[in-house]
Structure formats: structure tokens, C-alpha cells
């Protein structure tokens, strides 16, 4: 028994040698035009598999990005479900202490009704319900980067009482899709009135209108806390406290941090929780990413087939003289499985160059400027190893097929055609 065993073994050796030196042959004195040829097809199915899961995996981290720098940051405190206000002062003024935590910007929130009047004759009114949130500035410009998305006009400062900043959906005129709901098209030195859910009504000059690739922060209007505590006649309160970590992922160890410093019953969320639409898009671009991957694998796995059932269709003859011979069918099937799974590595080698040396750097110095944000790939270790996997499995099917189809004939009928 333990012959057989050892017998076996030697066998089998000696059939992957075989295959392996049919396999070498057949490359090394096969067309070298057509062999350069099927390696850029490789490579380039190789690149199209990396790619197109990059540049989605970069429209979700663009969509990502926007919800945290300018709606939610990392984590959003909202008060408790009985209260309208987060009260704690201690608790809040402890948030900055914890490391880890970049800073944290405390917002009133007011529904409101913003009214523009072109012609100060009360004929041709435009107006809408926006959200206005008012900004401690020295906190909020280190959360969010709405400070950073001025287009016309210049950001608020602390002591600002009359003036407000808003979104271009509010402005209209500035590129938005929404102009048909927005102010139809005001500008920085315009006047505008709000009413606040409280009653009050109050005049503000437009100080500055913003874009932040961000469609529901861009429908959003700004003024500083001290001006919105005046209005609602509330002091040192919040609606809720957004919050700005320097570990992205890591949102619920900082929220159970938070918990400790005696925010017991208020509604902490991540911004994950919160991201609604946002959120299904991701998940529709992650899906069309799986979709147009799997496309890319069974373009890749045809294509092997095709090179490797050609290659099989000139070589019947020499096929069916080593079958005569004796060699094993599984030898030679395993030969042009090998080719296959050659063609396969080259490729990845190469197109791993092209993508880290030539293509990645080629979007970081010039990202696709999309209506979700300033695009670029993400380029990570398990689209690669993904990539890889696919690859070679596709070339190990797309090899195997026609070979094992190419050796079922009789040694006859394949010498003799």
C-alpha cells in the first residue's frame, strides 16, 4: 500500500512536470506578437477589474466625506426624546477634553421661512422653508468645511448680528439644482427676510453663499449662535452638538466615551445612522461596482477561453500524436491550464504597475470633479486581492473548458483532423 502511495505521488509529479514543460514550450516558441498581444489583454482586463471598483469605491468615499465634513461630522449628539435642548453644560464642555476628538460645534436648529423681495414692492416674492443653524465659528470651522466653500461673499465671523450666509439651493443663480425651489437667484449684499417657528421675524444681508457639493447642506443657511440665542431667547444651550474624531470607523468607542461624561439619555448617533439617501446611493454604487466587476471577470474568463481554444485548434495534431504516445489527457489539459493561469499573472504584474505607477497618480493630481464631490480611486488591499482572485480563477475556467473539450476527441480523429 504505502508502494502505491509513493507510486502515486511520483506519478503525479511527474504529469505537473510534463505539463509544465509542454506548457513553457508552447509559450517560449509560440508567436511572440501573439503573445504580447494576449498579455496587454490580460493586463488591460486586469486595470478594467481594479478600476472600475476603484473609481465607485472613490464616489462612495467622496459621498462619505461629504456627509462628515459639512452635515454630520463623526458623530451627532441630539437632545433627549422629551427635551428640546441639550442641557448638560458640564457634559458638553467635557466633549473636547476626550483624546481622539478633533473638536465639536454646538448648532441651534430652527425651521424657517426665508422671503426675498426683488423689487421692495411686495409683488414678486420669492420664498421657501429652509433650515438656518447657527455656528460658534471658532468651533465650527475646525468640524466642517462649509468655511472652505465660500463661492461668492466671505464666511461669518463671531460678532455678525444682521448677516447670514447661505446655501446656492436657497441662492438660486449659482449652478444648483433646485433653482426652481431656491430664491431665484439672490447674491451677497441683498437683503432677505426670515421668519423663525417662533414668530419672530428678522432682516439679514446676505453675507456669503456657499456650494459644497452636498445637495441637503447646500439647502442649508447659517448665522452665529449669539444672533440665533437672540432670536429664540435661549443661552449657553444646543440642538444638537456635532463632533469631529481623528479615526474614522472608530465612532462608537468615542460614543461610548461620551456616554461617561454624563450623557446619559441624550440620542447619540453616528453619521452612518443619519446619512438616509446618502446612504442608499452608496449602497447602489457598491452594488454597480459588484455588477460591472463580475462583467469585467467573465470578459476576462472569455477571453482566455478564446485565446486557449485557438491555441488548441492548431496544435490537434500534436494533441492527438502525444495522446498515441501515452501522455495522460489530465497532462495535457493541466498544460493549457497553466498557460492560462501564466497569462493570468503577467497580466496582474503588469497591470499593478500601471495602476500604482501610472494611473493612481495620474487621479490624485487630477480628480473627476462629480456632483457628489471631487472623485479620486480607492485603490485598497482587498480590491486587489479581489481583483487577483477573480483573475485567476476566470483563467483557470476559461483555460480548462476548452482544453478538456480539446482532449475528448479520439487520437485519430485529432491527428487526422
Same mark, same amino acid.
Request: net charge negative; glycine share 8%.
Given at each position: 500500500m504505502l508502494y502505491n502511495i509513493a507510486y502515486n505521488k511520483q506519478l503525479i509529479t511527474m504529469n505537473i512536470k510534463a505539463s509544465f514543460f509542454l506548457a513553457r514550450t508552447t509559450i517560449a516558441r509560440g508567436n511572440k506578437g501573439t503573445l504580447a498581444m494576449t498579455i496587454l489583454i490580460m493586463t488591460l482586463a486586469y486595470v478594467n477589474l481594479i478600476f472600475i471598483?476603484?473609481?465607485?469605491?472613490?464616489?462612495?468615499?467622496?459621498?462619505?466625506?461629504?456627509?462628515?465634513?459639512?452635515?454630520?461630522?463623526n458623530i451627532v449628539i441630539a437632545p433627549a426624546d422629551d427635551e428640546v435642548y441639550i442641557e448638560n453644560k458640564y457634559a458638553i464642555n467635557?466633549?473636547?477634553?476626550?483624546?481622539? /476628538?478633533?473638536?465639536?460645534?454646538?448648532?441651534?436648529?430652527?425651521?424657517?421661512?426665508?422671503?426675498?423681495?426683488?423689487?421692495?414692492d411686495g409683488r414678486d416674492v420669492q420664498q421657501g422653508k429652509w433650515i438656518i443653524k447657527s455656528v460658534n465659528v471658532e468651533d465650527e470651522i475646525k468640524v466642517t468645511q462649509i468655511s472652505q466653500s465660500i463661492i461668492e461673499g466671505e464666511y461669518l465671523e463671531d460678532s455678525d448680528k444682521d448677516e447670514i450666509i447661505i446655501g446656492k439651493e436657497i441662492a438660486g443663480g449659482h449652478g444648483g439644482d433646485l433653482d426652481h425651489l431656491s430664491l431665484g437667484g439672490v447674491y451677497v449684499g441683498d437683503k432677505i427676510?426670515?421668519?423663525?417657528?417662533?414668530g419672530i421675524k428678522r432682516t439679514y444681508t446676505i453675507k456669503g453663499i456657499f456650494s459644497t457639493k452636498n445637495s441637503q447642506a447646500d439647502q442649508m443657511a447659517f448665522i452665529t449662535t449669539k444672533e440665533m440665542e437672540s432670536v429664540i431667547g435661549v443661552h449657553n444651550l444646543?440642538?444638537?452638538?456635532?463632533?469631529?474624531?481623528?479615526?474614522?470607523?472608530?465612532?462608537?468607542?468615542? /460614543?461610548?466615551?461620551?456616554?461617561?461624561?454624563?450623557?446619559r439619555?441624550?440620542?447619540?448617533?453616528?453619521?452612518?445612522?443619519?446619512?438616509g439617501f446618502t446612504s442608499s446611493a452608496s449602497k447602489s454604487f457598491t452594488?454597480?461596482?459588484?455588477?460591472?466587476?463580475?462583467?469585467?471577470?467573465?470578459v476576462a474568463g472569455v477571453t482566455i477561453f478564446i485565446i486557449i481554444f485557438v491555441s488548441i485548434v492548431n496544435k490537434r495534431k500534436q494533441i492527438g500524436i502525444l495522446k498515441a504516445i501515452g501522455m495522460e489527457k489530465s497532462t495535457i489539459?493541466?498544460?493549457?491550464?497553466?498557460?492560462?493561469?501564466?497569462?493570468?499573472?503577467?497580466? /496582474?504584474?503588469?497591470?499593478?504597475?500601471?495602476?500604482?505607477?501610472?494611473?493612481?497618480?495620474?487621479?490624485?493630481?487630477?480628480p473627476l470633479d462629480f456632483p457628489v464631490g471631487w472623485v479620486s480611486l480607492k485603490i485598497t488591499f482587498d480590491i486587489i486581492r479581489i481583483s487577483n482572485i477573480s483573475l485567476i480563477i476566470a483563467a483557470l475556467i476559461g483555460g480548462f473548458i476548452p482544453a478538456f473539450r480539446g482532449t475528448k476527441e479520439s487520437i485519430l480523429d485529432t491527428i487526422w483532423g
Open positions: 471598483s476603484s473609481v465607485f469605491g472613490g464616489i462612495v468615499e467622496a459621498i462619505n466625506e461629504q456627509s462628515i465634513n459639512n452635515l454630520y461630522g467635557s466633549i473636547d477634553t476626550i483624546p481622539g /476628538i478633533i473638536a465639536s460645534s454646538a448648532h441651534y436648529v430652527n425651521n424657517t421661512v426665508i422671503s426675498y423681495d426683488a423689487n421692495n427676510d426670515v421668519q423663525f417657528n417662533n444646543a440642538s444638537e452638538i456635532i463632533i469631529k474624531i481623528d479615526e474614522l470607523g472608530q465612532e462608537d468607542k468615542y /460614543i461610548e466615551q461620551i456616554r461617561q461624561t454624563g450623557l439619555n441624550e440620542d447619540i448617533k453616528t453619521w452612518k445612522e443619519l446619512t452594488m454597480i461596482s459588484v455588477i460591472l466587476g463580475i462583467i469585467g471577470t467573465i489539459i493541466f498544460s493549457f491550464v497553466m498557460q492560462a493561469i501564466f497569462y493570468a499573472i503577467i497580466g /496582474i504584474i503588469f497591470g499593478i504597475a500601471i495602476i500604482l505607477f501610472a494611473v493612481r497618480p495620474f487621479f490624485i493630481d487630477n
